[in-house]
C-alpha cells in the first residue's frame, strides 16, 4: 500500500536556526497537511495545502511557519528561526480526494537545543 | 468549531478480555468520524472511519465503533484484545462541509494489554 514518507525521522537543531522538514505524499493525492504533536498532549493541526495554496492554519502557524510544494512529489514545512517550544512530533498527511481520511507519514521529531 | 473528549487517559487490560475506549465529540455541523492508532515510535494508522451510511463501522485488527448521533460519541471497541494491541488511541472529528477539513484530535487513549 502507498505510504506518505517524511525526512528526516529525528532532526537536531540549535534554537534560532531554520529547519526544512519534508514529505512525500502519497502521489496521487490532492490535499496536503501538516500536525505537531508536543510530548505527551494531542496531535494539533498547523496548515493545510491544496492548488498550491494554503487552505487552512491554526494561530500556532505564525510567521515563523511556511510551507511549500517546490515539486510533483515534495511538500515541506519550514520553521525561519526555531524556539525550543518547537519540539515536537510533525505529522504530514494526505488525501487523494473529498470525504476520505487522511494518511499520514510516521513524523519527524523535532528536537530544539 | 470541533472539540473530542476522550475521558480516559489511560485503559488497562487483560488480554483476551474485551474492551471499551470511549470518545466523544461536539459540533455545531455534521462531521465525519475517525480512530487512529499509534504504536510506539510510529506514525498514525488509521484504525476506522465513519463517513456515512451504518453506524456501525468496522475497522481493522478486529476493532469496530459505532456511530451514536443523539450522545454524539462514537466508542471503540473489540472483543478481545491482544498483548499487540497495546498502543495509543486517538479519536478524530472533521467537518463534512467542503471534505477537505482539518482533523480535530482528541487527547488519546493508552491501552495497556497485560498477560
Known amino acids: 500500500e502507498p505510504e506518505v514518507t517524511q525526512t528526516p525521522s529525528h532532526q537536531v537543531t540549535q534554537m534560532g536556526q531554520e529547519v526544512i522538514l519534508r514529505c512525500v505524499p502519497i502521489s496521487n493525492h490532492l490535499y496536503f497537511y501538516w500536525y505537531r504533536q508536543i510530548l505527551g498532549q494531542k496531535v494539533e493541526f498547523l496548515v493545510s495545502?491544496?492548488?498550491?495554496?494554503?487552505?487552512?492554519k491554526s494561530e500556532i502557524f505564525d510567521d515563523q511557519f511556511s510551507v511549500e510544494r517546490p515539486d510533483g512529489s515534495n511538500f515541506t514545512l519550514k520553521i525561519r528561526s526555531t524556539k525550543l517550544e518547537d519540539s515536537a512530533m510533525y505529522f504530514c498527511?494526505?488525501?487523494?480526494?473529498?470525504?476520505?481520511?487522511?494518511?499520514f507519514g510516521d513524523g519527524t521529531r523535532l528536537s530544539i537545543l | 468549531a470541533q472539540s473530542v473528549t476522550q475521558l480516559d487517559s489511560q485503559v488497562p487490560v487483560f488480554e483476551e478480555a474485551p474492551v471499551e475506549l470511549r470518545c466523544n465529540y461536539s459540533?455545531?455541523?455534521?462531521?465525519?468520524l475517525f480512530w487512529y492508532v499509534q504504536y510506539p515510535n510510529q506514525g498514525l494508522q488509521l484504525l476506522l472511519k465513519y463517513l456515512s451510511g451504518s453506524t456501525l463501522v468496522k475497522g481493522i485488527n478486529g476493532f469496530e465503533a459505532e456511530f451514536n448521533k443523539s450522545q454524539t460519541s462514537f466508542h471503540l471497541r473489540k472483543p478481545s484484545v491482544h498483548i499487540s494491541d497495546t498502543a495509543e488511541y486517538f479519536c478524530a472529528v472533521s467537518a463534512r462541509n467542503t471534505g477537505f477539513q482539518k482533523l480535530v484530535f482528541g487527547t488519546g487513549t493508552r491501552l495497556l494489554v497485560s498477560p
Open positions: 498527511a494526505s488525501i487523494q480526494g473529498a470525504h476520505q481520511p487522511q494518511h
Open positions: 495545502f491544496y492548488n498550491n495554496e494554503i487552505s487552512e
Open positions: 459540533s455545531s455541523v455534521s462531521v465525519y
